[in-house]
């Protein structure tokens, strides 16, 4: 956080805003978020796990986030507040810095190049950014900011509080709930990847279902969320996505699942809750995640994963301890088709060519 507090806090101010105690100097005043590294004696910064405990020793940081059993850890004189979960408080105490880093809030309402047809409604406080367009019958709820350039099709619906970066574009008949972030590029309920071969060439099927996005959901910069062929495309409460991820038509994702970047996911695949897929994951059509299934980096999931735990791996998919023994193996099967030929050569006199 290069850009400090118009004014800087108190240590017993953030431990108050958090939910922690005070051990140390809590009248010290911080004005920056740091990491470890490069805080300095103005600056707030959190300790979250024992291999950063050396980095701790020796930052420069005026207070800490830290746990009770990590707290030792902390520089000698370093202002410490302890929580529960330090990763967690760090989240809450960067959003209140984000906050008070915003500039004022601007007058809302509709920009003089944006385009609202007549027949859409808005709620209270609404804005529309410069060149935005906002089709007939679009609802936007009150609080919503629709960033420049984005498009709102027919019949859209977006809940209230949510934020449109801009150029997102919105297909007609999409639903977006409360309080969503949508960033820079996304598209929501274009037609999803169907086509019917035939002896002529491949015919389009239409695409007649729609999406449902649940609330509290960010969705990240460059996303494709296709609109279901019969049924809806349905993300539910909660969830994250990353930048650059294909969700594919009838796609159905969990409350609180969490999805990285790159990922992508075929028609009609059934995430469950709470889920955490790695970047680069490809999931394959018709198969389902269950609850609280975790899937490793650059995995291929071929196959429904059915029980929870940690997956890796692409011929098939493992669970992780698994895929660590089948790739040690790997890495010593030229030695072992050697000891295989030096074995057969003696058993029965004969020698492989190389």
Same mark, same amino acid.
């Given at each position: 956080?290069?850009?400090?507090?118009?004014?800087? #806090?108190?240590?017993?101010?953030?431990?108050?805003?958090?939910?922690?105690?005070?051990? @140390?100097?809590?009248?010290? #005043? =911080?004005?920056?978020?740091?990491?470890?590294?490069?805080?300095?004696?103005?600056?707030?910064s959190?300790?979250?796990?024992?291999?950063?405990?050396k980095?701790?020793?020796?930052?420069?940081?005026?207070?800490?986030?830290?746990?009770?059993?990590?707290?030792?850890?902390?520089?000698? @004189?370093?202002?410490?507040?302890?929580?529960?979960?330090?990763?967690?408080?760090?989240?809450?105490?960067?959003?209140?810095?984000?906050?008070?880093?915003?500039?004022?809030?601007r007058?809302?309402?509709?920009?003089?190049?944006?385009?609202?047809?007549?027949?859409a409604?808005?709620?209270?406080?609404?804005e529309?950014?410069?060149?935005?367009?906002v089709?007939a019958?679009?609802?936007?709820?009150?609080g919503?900011r629709?960033?420049?350039?984005?498009?709102?099709?027919?019949?859209a619906?977006?809940?209230?509080?949510s934020?449109?970066?801009?150029?997102?574009?919105?297909?007609?008949?999409?639903?977006?709930?409360?309080?969503?972030?949508?960033?820079? /590029?996304? =598209? #929501?309920?274009?037609?999803?990847?169907?086509?019917a071969p035939?002896?002529?060439?491949?015919?389009?099927?239409?695409?007649? /279902?729609?999406?449902?996005?649940?609330?509290? =959901?960010?969705?990240?910069?460059n996303?494709?969320?296709?609109?279901?062929?019969?049924?809806?495309?349905?993300?539910?409460?909660?969830?994250?996505?990353?930048?650059?991820?294909?969700?594919?038509?009838? #796609?159905?994702?969990?409350?609180?699942?969490?999805?990285?970047?790159?990922?992508?996911?075929?028609?009609?695949?059934?995430?469950?809750?709470?889920?955490?897929?790695?970047?680069?994951?490809?999931?394959?059509?018709?198969?389902?995640?269950?609850? @609280?299934? =975790?899937?490793?980096?650059?995995?291929?999931?071929?196959r429904s994963?059915?029980?929870?735990?940690?997956?890796?791996?692409?011929?098939?998919l493992?669970?992780?301890?698994?895929?660590?023994r089948?790739?040690?193996?790997?890495?010593?099967?030229?030695e072992?088709?050697?000891?295989?030929?030096?074995?057969?050569?003696r058993?029965? @006199?004969?020698?492989?060519?190389?």
């Open positions: 956080m290069r850009r400090p507090l118009p004014e800087p #806090v108190t240590v017993d101010a953030i431990a108050a805003r958090i939910g922690g105690t005070v051990r @140390g100097d809590g009248a010290r #005043v =911080v004005a920056r978020l740091a990491s470890l590294e490069s805080a300095g004696p103005d600056a707030v959190f300790l979250s796990g024992r291999r950063h405990g980095a701790a020793a020796s930052s420069r940081a005026g207070a800490l986030i830290v746990s009770p059993a990590l707290e030792a850890h902390a520089a000698e @004189g370093t202002a410490r507040i302890v929580v529960a979960d330090p990763y967690v408080a760090y989240a809450q105490v960067s959003r209140w810095f984000e906050a008070l880093l915003s500039p004022p809030p007058a809302t309402g509709i920009d003089p190049t944006a385009r609202v047809d007549a027949a409604r808005l709620g209270a406080g609404v529309v950014g410069p060149g935005a367009s089709a019958g679009a609802c936007i709820d009150a919503t629709i960033g420049a350039g984005c498009a709102i099709g027919e019949g619906s977006i809940g209230p509080g934020t449109l970066h801009p150029n997102v574009v919105v297909y007609a008949g999409v639903t977006i709930g409360a309080r969503a972030t949508i960033h820079s /590029g996304t =598209v #929501v309920g274009a037609d999803g990847f169907g086509f035939s002896s002529e060439g491949f015919v389009k099927i239409a695409q007649l /279902g729609s999406v449902t996005i649940g609330d509290d =959901v960010e969705i990240g910069a996303c494709a969320i296709d609109r279901g062929a019969l049924d809806d495309t349905v993300i539910a409460d909660g969830v994250k996505i990353d930048n650059l991820v294909q969700v594919g038509h009838n #796609v159905r994702i969990g409350a609180h699942t969490v999805i990285a970047g790159c990922v992508g996911i075929a028609g009609s695949a059934t995430i469950g809750a709470r889920c955490m897929i790695g970047g680069g994951v490809g999931i394959a059509g018709h198969i389902e995640l269950c609850d @609280g299934a =975790v899937i490793g980096g650059f995995s291929l999931v071929e994963v059915d029980e929870p735990g940690f997956y890796t791996g692409a011929w098939p493992q669970g992780h301890a698994q895929w660590e089948t790739a040690a193996t790997l890495k010593q099967l030229p072992l088709r050697k000891r295989i030929r030096a074995l057969a050569s058993g029965d @006199g004969s020698k492989d060519d190389e």
